[in-house]
């Protein structure tokens, strides 16, 4: 029972990077040091790679109950588990919805037989999403949600919203927001700008965003309550947010590996897998993301892994689903466009996948002695092309398909068992 991952490049999420060996006992890290030598240990030879805490995605769409097609929480796991991830937070427009602890306890008990990582449920505000009537938080809360958001259905009315606040702050809830006011967003379908012009398609302008997250932080201020920004896209965010920090709003934020790299100029093709919400934006955007992540604004980054079919993005552009299936490129489009390109660091990179949406979300997260092993191991330098059929997840829709990333996932460890292995067959490895 016992595994020994040796001669990595350990960082532990606590400061500390370290060439070093882990002995894993019974899901718990009991050692970190040099050489390590146990005659009966399962190791693993982690030469030339970086041993990280295991990745925590706080904003996954896992699409069961309901849209079993696009996803399942065995799939959606797989595909966690093949991106790094050892937690992942799922959110609650499912069909039915997590509006009441019945489908919290669906969706922890087919967690618990088919998840292949640990699955934190998020309850919505709203009964059936609706915007209408507030769902009933004590129970949410007791039956294990972690937050509470209405993702992808925004709450119009301020005043509902700040009802909501006003009992989760009550309940010690978080609030998970995306902020779209759908006046401003109307019909488009991307970015509001030159290229939507350009192509004929309407467009989001950046004030949808910015207008409801202006809102959203007054109301949290007043309310107490602490509240968590889904995918930012925009310069404006980023400002706001840190405005809202220095006037010491509970607020934390988190941006999504696409919005971080892509703009909106691969829509020019019409391809409907660059079709998400928030839509891709502009390189000075990217920068302002990315600046917000370095002093602090911003504090994760989460995938929104938002899986379709094919047929829900086979259609024009105008009619194609939101959304892009994002947990299985996750750590290879940051490790290519933000720390091979020397703009973030891996410590940094595990702040920002790891240990900040850990703490935001109240859960532990680190590699120290005692704790649970939740363990990531990749290979930074290690070029591949992107291919969309090798998802585990069913879901295709990555803009990312056909391109050279470079950092691969080389396994991920939930609770000291090996659940991803790459090239390997799970089976043959005994722990
Ligand atoms: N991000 C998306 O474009 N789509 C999400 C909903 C959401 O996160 O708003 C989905 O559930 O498909
Ligand atoms: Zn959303
Ligand atoms: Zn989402």
Avoid: W
Avoid at 130 to 146: D, N, Q, S
Avoid at 317 to 345: H, P, R
């Amino acid at each position: 029972m016992r595994m020994i991952i040796k001669n990595g490049t350990v960082i532990d999420g606590f400061g500390s990077e370290v060439k070093a060996d882990i002995l894993i006992d019974y899901g718990i890290i009991k050692a970190i040091d040099k050489n390590i030598e146990i005659s009966d240990a399962v190791v693993i030879d982690a030469t030339g790679k970086y041993v990280l805490p295991g990745f925590v995605d706080m904003h996954t769409h896992l699409r069961q109950p309901g849209f079993e097609e696009k996803e399942t929480i065995k799939t959606g796991t797989e595909a966690a588990a093949a991106g790094g991830y050892t937690t992942v937070a799922c959110m609650p427009n499912t069909n039915p919805p997590i509006d009441n602890e019945i489908v919290v306890e669906y969706v922890k008990s087919i967690a618990q037989r088919e998840g292949v990582v640990k699955v934190l449920p998020i309850g919505a505000m709203t009964k059936g999403m609706k915007g209408e009537e507030i769902t009933e938080m004590a129970k949410l809360k007791k039956a294990g949600t972690v937050a509470l958001s209405d993702d992808g259905f925004p709450i119009m009315s301020a005043g509902l919203m700040k009802r909501i606040m006003t009992y989760g702050k009550m309940y010690d809830l978080l609030m998970i927001t995306h902020c779209e006011d759908k006046t401003l967003s109307g019909e488009g379908v991307m970015n509001s700008g030159v290229i939507s012009t350009m192509i004929g398609l309407k467009g989001i302008p950046h004030e949808a965003e910015e207008v409801m997250l202006a809102r959203n932080i007054i109301l949290a201020k007043s309310t107490g309550v602490r509240l968590h920004i889904a995918h930012i896209s925009t310069k404006g965010s980023v400002e706001l947010i840190k405005e809202a920090k220095e006037k010491g709003v509970k607020i934390t934020a988190e941006v999504t590996p696409h919005n971080l790299t892509l703009t909106d100029e691969a829509v020019y093709n019409y391809d409907t897998n660059t079709k998400a919400y928030p839509p891709l934006r502009t390189r000075e955007d990217i920068e302002a993301l990315i600046e917000g992540l370095k002093d602090g604004t911003i504090d994760a980054i989460a995938t929104d892994h938002a899986p379709h079919t094919k047929d829900d993005k086979k259609v024009p552009y105008d009619m194609a689903a939101f959304g892009i299936s994002g947990l299985e490129t996750a750590f290879s489009v940051i490790n290519t466009f933000l720390v091979q390109k020397g703009k973030i660091n891996m410590k940094d990179l595990v702040k920002y996948m790891s240990i900040n949406p850990a703490n935001i979300l109240g859960i532990s997260s680190g590699i120290k002695v005692g704790a649970t092993a939740d363990i990531v191991i990749v290979d930074p330098y290690e070029e591949y092309v992107v291919d969309k059929d090798k998802f585990k997840s069913k879901g295709k829709n990555t803009p990312f398909h056909g391109m050279k990333l470079k950092g691969v996932v080389e396994y991920t460890i939930v609770e000291g068992q090996i659940k991803y292995a790459r090239d390997r067959k799970i089976e043959k490895i005994e722990v």
